[in-house]
């Protein structure tokens, strides 16, 4: 027997996001469907591919972002409408994070 589907996360990673990009912001940005427990904006480490440093493609510089709402729904709503928009003159591109990673972060 396969085990039950997984429960919608509550939380999402935000990439391509520009430099200088704040908690803040994504507060700003994602507030608006919902109420936030957090968010967080990391730099990304570059990875080592033949020898050579590159930044992640899709990461815009490097910056990453962490978006927990306080209900699944309103996290599914947030990424619908922001996945794919364009944001400080990028595209942002936003997907759920899987439950076990959220409670791993906090």
Known sequence: ???P??????SLRVNGLKPGTTAEDLAKLFGQYGHLLSTSVKR???VINS????WPAVTGGGRLGFVQFAT???AQQ?????NGAMVGGGT?????EPA???EIKS
Not at 78 to 82: D, G, N, S, T
């Open 1 to 3: 027997a396969q085990p």
């Open 5 to 10: 589907p997984a429960a919608p996360s509550s």
């Open 44 to 46: 990304q480490r570059p």
């Open 51 to 54: 020898g050579q440093l590159k």
């Open 72 to 74: 699944s729904a309103e």
């Open 78 to 82: 947030a990424l619908h409408a922001l």
């Open 92 to 96: 942002i591109y936003v997907e759920a």
């Open 100 to 102: 076990d990673a959220a």
